[in-house]
C-alpha cells in the first residue's frame, strides 16, 4: 500500500475525532448591568478562568448592559437556547413559578451577609435551585450585589415620607407589597429603562445597591439617597439545563470549579464596590446622602417586617423560618466570640 494511500485512510479514521475533540465550545452570557459592577467583573472574571483552565476548548462570549436582552426577556431566552449563561437577580425566579425564590426580597429578613452567605451556600439554597430543574434552568452560584438603599427626588426618613411616591421596582409580588405598605405605588420597569424614567419624572424614585445607583449614574438624576439597608439584591448564575448536561463531563468539571473561584472572588468585591461607589456619589455632590438613626430604621422595620407572615403561603413558612433559625445561630456565635 503506497504511503499516501495509508495516510489518507488513517486521516479519514482519525480526523472526525480530532475535530470534535478540539471543537470550541462557546458559552453565551448575558447580563443587565455594566462591565464595571461586581456582576459585571464577575462574568469577565469566569470568562478569563474558563478560557484558561479548558486552554481554549471554551470561549464565553459576555455581553453585558441589555446588548442582547432586558431583563424580563433574559430567562425566556436562556430556556429557549438562545444564551447559555446569565445571572439574573432573584426576584426574576417568581414570574417564572418559583415563588419561594421571592423570601430573598423580604424586607430585612437577613440580618447581616454571614446569614445570608449560610442560607445560599447551604440546604436551602440548593432546595431552591432544585425548583428550577423542572423549568429547563440549573442553578450553579448565587452572586452578591448587596443591602438596597432607596431613592427619590426628597428625602425618606420615615415611612410616612413614601406617601404617594412612584417606585420602580423588579417584578416582584413581594417588593410590589414592599412598596405599598410604605404608601408608595410601584411601578414594574426593566433596569435599563430606570436612569431615562427618573430623568423624565415617569417614576420618581427606586431601590439599589449603591454600586448600581452609582454605574448607571442614577446620582445623576436623584437628590437623595436613604442608607436603609432594607432589604437585599443579589444574583443566581443559571444555565440552560440541556446545554450544560450536554458539554463533556471534563470540561463540565472545570467549568463549575471556575465558577466556584469566581463566586468567592464576586463576593469579595461586593460589598468593597458599594463602599466605593458610596464615596463617589458623595464626591459628587448631587446627591444628599441620608443615614437613617436607630429609631428611624425601627419604624421602617415595624412598618415592613409583618410582610414576612402575609408572604409564607407564598415563599414558605419552613423557607422563613430556616432562615430565622440561621440567623439565631449566627447571632449567638456572634455573642460567644465577644
Same mark, same amino acid.
Given at each position: 500500500? %503506497?504511503?499516501?494511500?495509508?495516510?489518507?485512510?488513517?486521516?479519514?479514521?482519525?480526523?472526525?475525532?480530532?475535530?470534535?475533540?478540539?471543537?470550541t465550545?462557546?458559552?453565551?452570557f448575558?447580563?443587565?448591568?455594566?462591565p464595571?459592577?461586581?456582576?459585571?467583573?464577575?462574568?469577565?472574571?469566569?470568562?478569563?478562568?474558563?478560557?484558561?483552565?479548558?486552554?481554549?476548548r471554551v470561549?464565553?462570549?459576555?455581553y453585558?448592559?441589555?446588548?442582547?436582552?432586558?431583563?424580563?426577556? =433574559?430567562?425566556?431566552?436562556l430556556?429557549?437556547?438562545?444564551?447559555?449563561?446569565l445571572a439574573?437577580?432573584?426576584?426574576?425566579?417568581?414570574?417564572?413559578?418559583?415563588? =419561594?425564590? !421571592?423570601?430573598?426580597?423580604?424586607?430585612?429578613?437577613?440580618?447581616?451577609?454571614?446569614t445570608?452567605?449560610?442560607?445560599?451556600?447551604?440546604?436551602?439554597?440548593?432546595?431552591?435551585?432544585?425548583?428550577? =430543574?423542572?423549568?429547563?434552568?440549573?442553578?450553579?452560584?448565587?452572586?452578591?450585589?448587596?443591602?438596597?438603599?432607596?431613592?427619590?427626588? #426628597?428625602?425618606?426618613?420615615?415611612?410616612?415620607?413614601?406617601?404617594?411616591?412612584?417606585l420602580?421596582?423588579?417584578s416582584?409580588k413581594?417588593? !410590589?407589597?414592599?412598596?405599598?405598605?410604605?404608601?408608595?405605588?410601584?411601578?414594574?420597569?426593566?433596569?435599563?429603562?430606570?436612569?431615562?424614567?427618573?430623568q423624565?419624572?415617569?417614576?420618581?424614585?427606586?431601590?439599589?445597591?449603591?454600586?448600581?445607583?452609582?454605574?448607571?449614574?442614577? %446620582?445623576?438624576?436623584?437628590?437623595?439617597?436613604?442608607?436603609?439597608? %432594607?432589604g437585599?439584591?443579589?444574583?443566581?448564575v443559571?444555565?440552560? #439545563?440541556?446545554?450544560? =448536561?450536554?458539554?463533556?463531563?471534563d470540561?463540565?468539571?472545570?467549568? !463549575? #470549579?471556575?465558577?466556584?473561584?469566581?463566586?468567592?472572588?464576586?463576593?469579595?468585591?461586593?460589598?468593597?464596590?458599594?463602599?466605593?461607589?458610596?464615596? #463617589?456619589?458623595?464626591?459628587?455632590?448631587?446627591?444628599?446622602? %441620608?443615614?437613617?438613626?436607630?429609631?428611624?430604621?425601627?419604624?421602617?422595620?415595624?412598618?415592613?417586617?409583618?410582610?414576612?407572615?402575609?408572604?409564607?403561603?407564598?415563599?414558605?413558612?419552613?423557607?422563613?423560618?430556616?432562615?430565622?433559625?440561621?440567623?439565631?445561630?449566627?447571632?449567638?456565635?456572634s455573642?460567644?466570640?465577644?
Open positions: 500500500m %503506497h504511503l499516501r494511500t495509508l495516510v489518507a485512510i488513517v486521516l479519514a479514521l482519525t480526523l472526525p475525532s480530532t475535530l470534535s475533540a478540539a471543537e465550545i462557546v458559552i453565551k448575558s447580563h443587565v448591568v455594566t464595571s459592577t461586581p456582576k459585571g467583573k464577575a462574568a469577565d472574571k469566569f470568562k478569563q478562568l474558563a478560557e484558561e483552565r479548558t486552554q481554549g470561549k464565553v462570549e459576555v453585558p448592559n441589555s446588548q442582547l436582552y432586558k431583563d424580563r426577556e =433574559e430567562v425566556e431566552a430556556q429557549l437556547g438562545a444564551v447559555h449563561m439574573p437577580s432573584l426576584s426574576k425566579f417568581g414570574p417564572i413559578g418559583a415563588r =419561594e425564590f !421571592e423570601v430573598f426580597d423580604l424586607p430585612y429578613i437577613f440580618p447581616n451577609k454571614t445570608l452567605h449560610r442560607v445560599m451556600d447551604g440546604a436551602l439554597g440548593r432546595d431552591l435551585f432544585g425548583k428550577l =430543574e423542572a423549568k429547563g434552568i440549573l442553578g450553579l452560584a448565587y452572586w452578591d450585589n448587596g443591602f438596597k438603599q432607596m431613592s427619590a427626588n #426628597k428625602p425618606l426618613r420615615l415611612p410616612a415620607d413614601f406617601k404617594g411616591l412612584k420602580r421596582i423588579q416582584s413581594v417588593l !410590589e407589597a414592599q412598596m405599598k405598605a410604605l404608601g408608595a405605588n410601584p411601578r414594574v420597569m426593566a433596569f435599563s429603562e430606570v436612569y431615562t424614567a427618573l423624565q419624572g415617569v417614576v420618581d424614585g427606586t431601590e439599589n445597591p449603591v454600586s448600581n445607583f452609582y454605574t448607571q449614574k442614577m %446620582h445623576e438624576v436623584q437628590k437623595h439617597l436613604t442608607i436603609s439597608d %432594607h437585599y439584591l443579589g444574583y443566581a443559571i444555565v440552560n #439545563k440541556k446545554f450544560w =448536561e450536554g458539554l463533556p463531563a470540561i463540565r468539571a472545570v467549568l !463549575e #470549579k471556575a465558577m466556584q473561584e469566581t463566586t468567592v472572588y464576586e463576593r469579595d468585591i461586593a460589598q468593597k464596590e458599594n463602599d466605593e461607589a458610596l464615596e #463617589k456619589v458623595r464626591a459628587a455632590g448631587t446627591t444628599q446622602i %441620608h443615614v437613617l438613626t436607630p429609631k428611624e430604621r425601627e419604624a421602617w422595620r415595624k412598618q415592613l417586617v409583618t410582610m414576612h407572615k402575609d408572604f409564607q403561603d407564598v415563599v414558605g413558612q419552613a423557607n422563613i423560618a430556616r432562615i430565622n433559625k440561621i440567623a439565631a445561630e449566627v447571632e449567638k456565635e455573642k460567644a466570640k465577644k
